[in-house]
């Protein structure tokens, strides 16, 4: 359920901390809940039925602007990889879970990260080609420059991948794709498709 | 002096004209006349007319415009994005350049920012990462640009900065404990405090002064005094700026509205 329409703008004072609980958007100093957005307030109320855990209605303020779309862990991202070695594939974020990013962000797939079997006997080359489109989860905001990803799970790895010729690859096992032209057959760490 | 390769050189040095009327003695002591007023026809802590107009820019996250009296400019932020030069922080890092433009001082500025620019960028950054929730953005940059248009007096050019800035960064939709809201003024002769200074009051201030405050707490983010001012003087300056600032507070919240209805 939700009550009446109010803008707000950051620090506006929305209510005390005793009658509300804080949702998006807001927070508490002192003894007040206080908007950190400018948008619309909405109070949505908690179940009213038991009488023994009575909860607080939260209180949110739905910012104008979408909120900033930005890596965090555990979320899943896809992206391309834009380079490889013997290591690890540095991979440009563009989409994190299911929202495109405005600028990207630069994450690393290590190569003890590919797959949750055989860790050892990994070769990048062998899972991920430049260019690739690849989905995969954050495991770790990383180091200074980039974030940590990980493919070890059936849903994760290449999605969309062209081969020399230069068509688009049909996924045919875990590990392979076929260009439908030449018929020739490449390696790749392949993602369970998804039907959505 | 340097040749600079990425723009075209002009003559190596050069001198604006000196206008006749200048030669005319200045009455610096007609400040204020019998009636309290200015020269504008202001009291001593009246502010200059203000504007303030959200969400100008596209291409920017959140964009400001403010004019005060003869002082306009431009404020655009963008980000939170991915910090890339920065060593690593789990919070987000606030970066400011403040910058004139050529044409909005008396005097012609350079194209490369001197050291008051850098001065004044230093202290928007200072005013403002205390009412910004800087823990929510790990790893992100959040970048502020502001442009001068017109310099109607370089104190006021920093209050407006900071005005704009946290109008833009609201737009933006980063979230802040509280709007910033600035104001400035000068100390003159018989300790005589001016709010809200043009550029020709400036010529004779002794000294200044600028307050950034967020005004739901009525907590101060930045205090800059320069001069020398007695204690009396400096205390009933300091009540007329903060309260200067409620009031440009109360038309921040105003325009942060209006442009949503």
Redesign the interface.
């Known amino acids: 359920m939700k009550e009446s329409t109010e803008?707000v703008?950051?620090?506006?004072?929305l209510g005390y901390k005793t009658e509300f609980q804080v949702g998006e958007?807001t927070?508490i100093?002192d003894e007040f809940v206080?908007a950190?957005?400018?948008g619309e307030k909405r109070i949505i109320k908690g179940e009213d039925g038991e009488v023994d855990n009575i909860k607080l209605p939260t209180i949110t303020v739905i910012?104008?602007?979408?909120?900033?779309i930005?890596p965090d862990v555990g979320s899943v991202v896809i992206g391309q990889v834009s380079r490889i070695n013997s290591k690890q594939a540095t991979v440009n974020i563009m989409v994190v879970n299911d929202k495109p990013c405005?600028?990207?962000?630069?994450g690393v797939i290590r190569v003890q990260d590919v797959r949750a079997t055989e860790i050892d006997k990994v070769q990048i080359n062998k899972n991920f080609r430049p260019g690739d489109i690849i989905k995969a989860q954050v495991i770790s905001?990383g180091?200074?420059?980039s974030y940590y990803l990980s493919t070890a799970k059936n849903e994760l790895g290449v999605i969309m991948a062209q081969s020399i010729a230069g068509e688009t690859m049909i996924p045919i096992s875990w590990i392979e794709m076929q260009c439908p032209k030449t018929l020739v057959i490449e390696n790749r760490k392949c993602a369970k498709p998804s039907f959505d | 002096m340097n040749m600079d390769r990425k723009r075209i050189n002009g003559p190596e040095m050069s001198v604006r004209p000196v206008i006749e009327a200048e030669f005319q003695p200045q009455l610096s002591n007609v400040l204020i006349d019998s009636n309290l007023q200015r020269k504008d026809n202001r009291n001593s802590d009246q502010i200059r007319p203000i504007f303030i107009k959200p969400n100008l820019i596209p291409q920017a996250n959140g964009s400001a415009y403010i004019e005060l009296g003869d002082t306009k400019l431009v404020v655009s932020v963008f980000g939170p994005r991915q910090n890339k030069r920065m060593a690593f922080s789990p919070s987000g890092q606030l970066t400011c350049e403040f910058k004139f433009s050529t044409f909005a001082c008396e005097q012609r500025r350079g194209h490369i920012r001197d050291n008051e620019e850098k001065d004044i960028s230093q202290l928007i950054l200072a005013a403002l990462v205390p009412a910004i929730k800087l823990e929510n953005y790990p790893k992100s940059l959040i970048d502020i640009y502001i442009t001068v248009l017109e310099n109607g007096g370089t104190q006021s050019c920093l209050a407006a900065g900071i005005t704009a800035s946290s109008v833009a960064l609201a737009t933006a939709g980063i979230e802040m404990l509280d709007l910033v809201a600035a104001s400035s003024g000068g100390f003159f002769e018989n300790n005589k405090f001016l709010l809200d200074c043009n550029r020709e009051e400036e010529r004779f201030q002794q000294g200044y002064l600028v307050i950034a405050t967020m005004p739901s707490f009525k907590s101060s983010t930045h205090l800059v005094q320069v001069g020398d001012v007695d204690l009396n003087t400096s205390k009933q300056a300091l009540e007329t700026a903060v309260d200067s600032t409620y009031n440009i507070y109360s038309i921040m919240n105003l325009c942060l509205k209006q442009q949503l209805e």
Do not use: A, E, M, V
Not at chain 1, 9 to 13: I, L, M, N, R, V
Not at chain 1, 63 to 68: H, K, N, R, S
């Open positions: 803008i703008t950051p620090g506006t004072p958007g927070y100093r206080y950190s957005l400018i910012g104008t602007q979408l909120p900033p930005i405005k600028d990207n962000f630069i905001l180091d200074s420059k």
